[in-house]
């Protein structure tokens, strides 16, 4: 048998290959750059926060921005810095911790909705049930049953986005549970946990991924208007939402208490759908075969 000998790539040709690895996953590492620099924020907000974001004080209330207020401070004599930091810890921390629960619980719905049928027909109306309702007004409903909390919002949050997640893995699902191998599976005698973990459950996690992201970027706005109303975390508790909230009243003396925190929840909102549009692209094999 011959053998062929292939050429090592030039110098020249790695650098066009990791070109075309910048240009085709561009929106990934803009959006992952600018996630990863808000959630180093809220990590960081210990050491970044010149105060105590909670701290009152009647004398230095609604300070312009300065060198040692750099947002100025808001009608109580807080530091609007301070705040604007660690609000970037409560809305990071509702939008992924949604996510992860829609996702789990979406992904387990799915699996069993589409590959039992008399499962199916009972659990998909209870999710059209759910998706008939806006998903900010169904949250809105839920908090007002319940008492303003870190896990409540979570809750009512999370709630109103299992349906998607669901009904995107039965779809999947159902298009799969007819193929050979997973027929070829029942045959065999394979138990259906086993057929839902090994052969069907893999195939659900590049559209999951994708919709994680989504549901990640519409929780974080979500928790902002739920805050802004009232209906969502505490005052006490900073959060992009409650600092808009709280200076809508003298927007015009002090334009800043809205459009700083609206700025930070515009970029994290945006570098998430980024992310998302990227893996879209990076994980459909037909578009990137095109590409």
């Not at 050429?7 to 750059?33: D, F, K, Y």
């Not at 002090?254 to 459009?259: D, K, M, N, S, V």
Request: overall charge positive.
């Amino acid at each position: 048998m011959a053998l062929t000998l292939v050429a090592p790539a030039t110098q020249a040709q790695l650098q066009g290959r990791r070109r075309a690895w910048w240009r085709r996953n561009l929106s990934i590492v803009l959006g992952g750059g600018l996630i990863a620099v808000m959630v180093g924020i809220a990590l960081l907000a210990p050491w970044l926060g010149t105060v105590d974001p909670a701290a009152l004080s009647p004398i230095r209330r609604l300070r312009p921005p300065s060198d040692q207020y750099w947002f100025g401070t808001d009608a109580l004599g807080r530091d609007v810095y301070s705040r604007v930091i660690y609000g970037a810890r409560a809305s990071l921390f509702v939008g992924f911790a949604v996510a992860a629960a829609a996702v789990l619980s979406g992904l387990f719905f799915g699996l069993v909705s589409g590959f039992s049928r008399w499962i199916d027909a009972i659990l998909m109306r209870i999710m059209d049930g759910l998706m008939s309702i806006p998903s900010v007004l169904l949250a809105i409903a839920l908090m007002a049953l319940t008492k303003a909390s870190l896990e409540n919002v979570i809750l009512a949050i999370a709630i109103a986005e299992v349906p998607r997640v669901t009904r995107l893995v039965r779809g999947v699902v159902l298009g799969l549970r007819e193929q050979p191998f997973v027929e070829a599976a029942i045959a065999a005698g394979t138990s259906t946990p086993r057929i839902l973990i090994r052969h069907i459950l893999p195939n659900t996690i590049a559209p999951v991924v994708v919709q994680a992201t989504y549901i990640c970027a519409s929780a974080i706005i979500t928790e902002a208007i739920l805050s802004f109303i009232g209906a969502g975390l505490p005052p006490s508790i900073p959060t992009w939402g409650n600092i808009i909230a709280e200076g809508r009243a003298i927007f015009q003396v002090r334009p800043q208490l809205i459009l700083i925190p609206a700025a930070f929840l515009s970029l994290t909102v945006l570098a998430i759908n980024l992310l998302g549009d990227g893996l879209r692209d990076a994980l459909d094999p037909r578009l990137a075969r095109q590409m």
